[in-house]
C-alpha cells in the first residue's frame, strides 16, 4: 500500500475544509436573518442557516476522521477495518481515504 499517497489525500481534504470559510458565514447569516422580510423570507433564512450549521458539523467529523486516519498511518493499522480487522478495499480507501471501516462492516452499520 502506498501510504504517501492516502496521505496526500488526507491533507487535501483537510485543506478544503479548513480553507472554506469557518464559522464566519454561518455567523453573518445568522445576524442577516434577524427579522428582515416577510415570514418566508424568515423561515427561508433559518432553513439556510441550519443547513450551513449541518455542514459545519460533517465537516468537524471529517476532521476528526482525518485526524485518526494520521494516527492510525503512524500506528501502522492504517487500511484495516476498525470493526472485523480486514483490510479495506483499496477502491474505498481511495474514495474516502479516512474511512475506518470496510464496505461489509459499513453495510452493517447501516441496517
Not at 54 to 64: E, F, G, N, Y
Not at 72 to 94: P, S, V, W
Request: proline fraction near 2%; charged fraction near 30%.
Amino acid at each position: 500500500m502506498d501510504v504517501q499517497s492516502y496521505k496526500d489525500a488526507l491533507r487535501r481534504k483537510r485543506g478544503e475544509i479548513l480553507g472554506s470559510g469557518g464559522i464566519k458565514p454561518l455567523q453573518a447569516s445568522m445576524e442577516n436573518n434577524t427579522r428582515q422580510g416577510d415570514m418566508a423570507d424568515q423561515a427561508s433564512g433559518n432553513n439556510e442557516v441550519h443547513i450551513q450549521l449541518k455542514l459545519k458539523q460533517t465537516d468537524a467529523k471529517i476532521l476528526q476522521a482525518i485526524e485518526e486516519a494520521f494516527t492510525r498511518i503512524e500506528n501502522g493499522t492504517y487500511g484495516m477495518c476498525r470493526d472485523c480487522g480486514e483490510a479495506i478495499a483499496e477502491a474505498r480507501l481511495k474514495a474516502i481515504p479516512w474511512t475506518r471501516v470496510c464496505i461489509t462492516c459499513k453495510e452493517r452499520q447501516n441496517l
